[in-house]
């Protein structure tokens, strides 16, 4: 929708706590709770941006605090974590045919969202949206529906990785996503100057998000000096906006 949401990792964070804390009392709220919420502040911050028409970047940052704050708020600071080794936990430690589970929720993800973007006419008006949002409003397309639309999946979306962080580790605290955001911005942007036939696409942005996770993985492996993968993503950002303002005017969606 040529905006942007910088509330995922705060989202998550939220989520994940939520999730955490109740999942002794009921698995199925500690899936659901959480899922609800995220939609419920995606709602928020699409009405901001889509129906407020504010900036989103100016507007997702100021969220990314307040959500967060939230996390602080409900948890009172304090680590929440449980000893539940039921179907839950399955959603993130189990296996399929010796595949983790989130895994295969992450491609499955990947597919529903590729098939929506490729093959359905939601797909059509998001890029008509994101490509001129007034030439959209002209073709009977409504750019305030698809773009509160479009934060409500992102809030849903944010929410159910909080749920599979907690069922990985059965543990949260409210710091557990903060710095994911930008993880997830530099991911997608990665992924959209990969390759042009990519750019925009939900292949794109698994391709920055795999290429973004085995960077992470070997600095690790390699026992680097932490503040190297915040070198190595500044710059990787710094290069990715010299590609864009270098980048032909034609080629940008």
């Given at each position: 929708t040529g905006n942007i949401d910088l509330t995922c990792g705060a989202v998550m964070t939220?989520?994940?706590?939520?999730?955490?804390?109740?999942?002794?009392?009921?698995?199925?709220?500690?899936?659901?709770v959480p899922l609800l919420i995220g939609i419920l502040l995606g709602?928020?911050?699409?009405?901001?941006?889509?129906?407020?028409?504010?900036?989103s970047f100016i507007t997702t940052l100021g969220l990314l605090y307040i959500y967060q704050a939230l996390a602080f708020l409900f948890t009172n600071s304090h680590?929440?974590?449980?000893?539940?080794?039921?179907?839950?936990?399955a959603l993130g430690q189990g296996r399929i045919l010796g595949i983790p589970v989130p895994l295969l929720l992450f491609v499955g993800i990947v597919i529903v969202f590729l098939f929506i973007q490729e093959y359905s006419s939601f797909g059509a008006?998001?890029?008509?949206?994101?490509?001129?949002?007034?030439?959209?409003?002209?073709?009977?397309?409504?750019?305030i529906k698809v773009t509160m639309l479009v934060y409500i999946i992102s809030g849903l979306c944010s929410s159910f990785a909080g749920v599979?962080?907690?069922?990985?580790?059965?543990?949260?605290?409210?710091?557990?996503?903060?710095g994911y955001e930008f993880d997830v911005f530099i991911a997608v942007m990665i992924g959209g100057i990969i390759s042009s036939k990519?750019?925009?696409?939900?292949?794109?942005?698994?391709?920055?998000?795999?290429?973004?996770?085995?960077?992470?993985?070997?600095?690790?492996?390699?026992?680097?000096?932490?503040?190297?993968?915040?070198?190595?993503?500044?710059?990787?950002l710094f290069l990715i906006i010299l590609i864009q303002?270098?980048?032909?005017?034609?080629d940008a969606k």
């Amino acid at each position: 929708t040529g905006n942007i949401d910088l509330t995922c990792g705060a989202v998550m964070t939220l989520s994940a706590c939520v999730s955490c804390a109740i999942i002794d009392f009921s698995p199925f709220l500690a899936l659901i709770v959480p899922l609800l919420i995220g939609i419920l502040l995606g709602q928020l911050t699409g009405l901001l941006i889509g129906g407020l028409r504010f900036f989103s970047f100016i507007t997702t940052l100021g969220l990314l605090y307040i959500y967060q704050a939230l996390a602080f708020l409900f948890t009172n600071s304090h680590y929440y974590s449980s000893t539940y080794t039921g179907w839950y936990s399955a959603l993130g430690q189990g296996r399929i045919l010796g595949i983790p589970v989130p895994l295969l929720l992450f491609v499955g993800i990947v597919i529903v969202f590729l098939f929506i973007q490729e093959y359905s006419s939601f797909g059509a008006r998001l890029f008509a949206v994101g490509c001129n949002p007034v030439n959209a409003g002209f073709s009977g397309v409504q750019p305030i529906k698809v773009t509160m639309l479009v934060y409500i999946i992102s809030g849903l979306c944010s929410s159910f990785a909080g749920v599979i962080l907690c069922a990985r580790t059965m543990a949260a605290q409210p710091k557990t996503g903060m710095g994911y955001e930008f993880d997830v911005f530099i991911a997608v942007m990665i992924g959209g100057i990969i390759s042009s036939k990519f750019n925009g696409n939900a292949i794109g942005t698994l391709l920055g998000v795999l290429l973004l996770t085995i960077l992470k993985n070997s600095f690790s492996l390699m026992k680097l000096w932490p503040g190297i993968e915040y070198i190595v993503e500044g710059a990787a950002l710094f290069l990715i906006i010299l590609i864009q303002i270098k980048r032909p005017s034609g080629d940008a969606k």
